[in-house]
């Protein structure tokens, strides 16, 4: 019995050190939403001089199409002065809160 219990126990670290290295390969929600508010919505609320933009306004192809390929031409410095981790949680927030989305958000 102590075997068994022995095994299910070295099952469950490794399915769990397996899944948390899978989760660093990508972004931090969490982080992603409180940068979000923190650097984009200052210039991204409805009637600014950005538009209104929301996890929601776009589907996650179109968040990750964006920062693939336009958020380095985004007017200003705040996508320059983030860090490429920031920016990856950023990402992953939107897609993760997107339109399309099993839980989309306008984080409000």
Known sequence: MNLKRLLMVGLILMAFT???VLAMEGGNSRKGKHLFKKSCKSC????DEGGEVTPMSKTMAQWDRY???KAKKHPGSVMKDLSKKDLKDINQ???DKAADSPSPETCG
């Not at 991204?44 to 009637?47: E, K, M, S």
């Open 93 to 95: 927030f939107l897609f």
């Open 67 to 69: 920062f693939k390929k």
């Open 18 to 20: 397996a899944t948390s």
């Open 44 to 47: 991204h609320n409805a009637g």
